[in-house]
């Protein structure tokens, strides 16, 4: 995946490695893993505190329009396995490998990710939990579509980012709405939910879609406890297709970066390309034709997304390999240098370290300010914790790679 694709380039000198590459990723792990500073819960202890509810929804997903930071985790780290790509192509060219050898790698790769994200869904549940919405697996399905379009042209990339885009735009235009004889039981919602959109924007509302109609046949296939009837946050299988796009958008700045360009033309290139793509995508949703919903990866949320994806390379870029002021960035880079790592600890290992800290601190230690800061006091513990175990692993260069 991308950690590994920037990694190899160590044993090929010619091939520049980016450490705001790193930086980037470890920032969006971060805050995937910062998760367990459970800021909702001191800002519902806190109500009159402006400042926890503003940390609050920041840290938590927009019900179905909009976008909060927490909602950028997910396309950030998308683009960055494109961003990646372009160097992981070279170093490999670098080393001597077949296209054939590359192209082979790259699917099993693929599949890996599909079904490592399955794995880690399933933890904790009595049988195979066969959904394919976790980041991982989302993409792992566009993964070897990515790849084959890296060895093309920009102009060629481009097209397949639009392509996608009206395609999937298209899919559900023509999806029919729901009828009056709608079962509204059968997907736990009521047609006044406040997240319900009227008129033609209707056609991207929860559970009613084109996607979630997919998934009401192709979830079935696997085996279930119970039949699949909808997702209870509206999320989908289909979403790959967008992130695809997501992931071209982020191999179209790979190449920038990876180009002969000098630095001010990559910065450049890449703020201008966030301004229009955040835009574009706002602009679509302002003007009703496709709302920026982040749950089903709308084609304007896919621009929204990106822009922010470009605003937030060129930055990092910008400081970190233009400037050279990187020191700050250490934290980050151990966590991003070990992504995989760092997202399947944060996804098995919380549970053994809160209970250990009570274990070996007592019940009460954490409620040293209080009773309403003792969920963001032990959630920064077990962030700290997060972030040695990872240390410890950068210090003897085990990097988890795929």
């Known amino acids: 995946m991308s950690e590994a694709a920037v990694s190899d380039t160590k044993t090929a000198p010619a091939v520049e490695r980016l450490k705001s590459l790193d930086a980037y990723r470890g920032f969006v792990m971060f805050l995937m893993m910062a998760e367990v ?4 819960a001191v800002a519902a202890a806190l109500t009159g505190s402006a400042f926890w509810q503003f940390l609050s929804h920041h840290q938590s997903h927009v019900e179905w329009v909009g976008c909060s930071l927490h909602d950028l985790i997910q396309p950030s780290f998308s683009f960055i396995v494109g961003v990646a790509l ?11 490998q077949s296209k054939r050898a590359m192209t082979f790698h790259a699917f099993r790769r693929a599949l890996i990710l599909v079904l490592l994200g399955v794995f880690l869904r399933s933890v904790g549940s009595p049988m195979t939990r066969w959904t394919f919405e976790d980041t991982l697996s989302q993409i792992g399905l566009g993964y070897g579509f ?74 079935n296939l696997f085996p279930r406890e ?21 992931m071209i958008l982020g191999l179209i700045a790979g190449k920038v970066l990876h180009s002969d360009r000098n630095h001010r033309e990559r910065v450049r290139w890449l703020l201008i390309a966030g301004v229009a793509c955040l835009f574009a995508g706002w602009l679509l949703g302002a003007l009703g034709i496709c709302p920026v919903v982040k749950r089903i990866w709308t084609p304007s949320w896919t621009l929204f997304s990106g822009g922010w ?68 006091l032990t959630g ?12 410890w692993m950068y210090k003897r260069r085990l990097f988890l790679r795929i």
């Not at 500073?37 to 909702?40: E, G, H, I, K, R």
């Not at 997702?231 to 796009?245: E, H």
Request: glycine share 8%; aromatic share 20%; net charge positive.
């Open 37 to 40: 500073l459970s800021l909702s």
């Open 86 to 96: 372009p160097f992981s192509i070279a170093a490999r060219q670098a080393k001597g």
């Open 146 to 219: 990515l790849f084959v379009l890296g060895f093309r042209g920009m102009r060629v990339q481009w097209g397949a980012v639009a392509a996608i885009l009206i395609g999937y735009w298209a899919a559900f235009a023509l999806y029919p709405l729901p009828g009056p004889d709608f079962d509204w039981a059968r997907i736990e919602l009521s047609p006044d939910w406040p997240g319900n959109l009227a008129g033609f924007a209707a056609h991207w509302n929860k559970n009613t879609n084109f996607a979630w109609a997919f998934d009401t046949w192709f979830m």
């Open 226 to 246: 119970t039949p699949f009837t909808r997702n209870g946050g509206g999320y989908s299988t289909l979403s790959f297709i967008p992130t695809l796009a997501t």
């Open 309 to 376: 994806c470009f605003l937030l390379l060129a930055g990092m870029y910008a400081v970190i390999d233009w400037a050279k002021v990187s020191k700050w960035s250490f934290p980050l880079v151990v966590i991003g240098m070990n992504s995989i790592a760092a997202y399947c600890i944060a996804h098995l290992f919380g549970g053994f370290i809160y209970s250990s800290l009570a274990t070996h601190l007592g019940p009460d230690f954490f409620k040293v300010l209080g009773a309403a800061y003792e969920p963001f």
């Open 380 to 391: 920064a513990a077990v962030l700290l914790a997060y972030w040695l175990m990872l240390y």
